[in-house]
């Protein structure tokens, strides 16, 4: 029987698993329908009352469905300190926490179910294979990201504290201004004044577009990889056939 419900909860091959897969599919989407309308100011107490019902049917769902991934999974510590096991946790705990009453910071923990629909698609599997690939040229490039945002706000913080002490305090305050600027944001709250500063901003800019384009580059390159991956694989599974 393990096998079976194994075959249903985590794979898509057969006919009971993908209806396993499209009923927790619609579960997510109605809940975030129900969350949304019960923030209306104006909803009547039969809606509500209503709207608590199918709060109830959901997290029965979601429960039922988290027990049963915990027992057909190979690795059950590996399952629930997984990122979907997690997430699937985290899709249910905040109404047995609350004792099933609607506490607003507990709430808004209902919102991770969206993340749930990430399990059911096979472009967010793509991605994360991509992004696996390129993990360690994100990490370095991640550490130098750090260091140039670092210098960007001591930069500018030597450029404009003496004439804009209330703007950049210190360094740390100056980290706001330089997030803004290398993500070429600008949200124009705080901006340099003197001519060294406005001359350092230029260069920082130009970093910023390097910033933004250098991961995206490696992304794209990778997901290119990995669909070629998956072309070669299913043209070697039609040979093998």
Known sequence: MKAQLQNIVETRETLAGKIFDTVIQCAIVVSLISFSIETLPTISTDLRNTLRAIELSVVALFTAEYLLRFYVASSRPKFVFSFYGIVDLLAVAPFYIAGGLNLS?????????????????????????????????????????????????????????????????????????????????????????????????????????????????????ALTEVRDEEKMNSLGGGDND
């Open 105 to 221: 910071p507990l709430r808004a923990l209902r919102l991770l179910r969206l993340f749930k629909l990430l399990r059911y698609s096979r472009a967010i599997t793509r991605l994360s294979r991509a992004f696996g690939k390129i993990k360690d040229e994100l990490v370095l490039y991640g550490a130098a990201s750090l260091i140039v945002l670092y210098l960007a706000a001591a930069g500018i913080y030597l450029f404009e504290n003496p004439v804009q002490p209330d703007a950049f305090p210190s360094v740390f305050h100056s980290l706001w201004w330089a997030v803004a600027t290398l993500t070429t944001v600008g949200y124009g709250d705080v901006y340099p004044i003197t001519a060294g500063g406005r001359i350092f901003t230029t260069f920082i800019l130009v970093i910023g577009l390097g910033v933004v384009a250098v991961p995206s580059g490696m992304l794209a390159s």
